[in-house]
């Protein structure tokens, strides 16, 4: 179980840095 919720975890940090990074691009974008 333990390894479910670290390769879960792992997923969401993920998911969260690539909306991060999303987020910053589109702001860079609308700046222009």
């Known amino acids: 179980m333990a390894y479910v919720k670290a390769y879960l975890g792992k ?3 993920q998911r ?3 909306f991060k990074w999303g987020n910053n691009f589109l702001q860079h974008l609308s700046m222009i």
Do not use: S
């Open 16 to 18: 969260q840095a690539e």
């Open 11 to 13: 997923e969401i940090m």
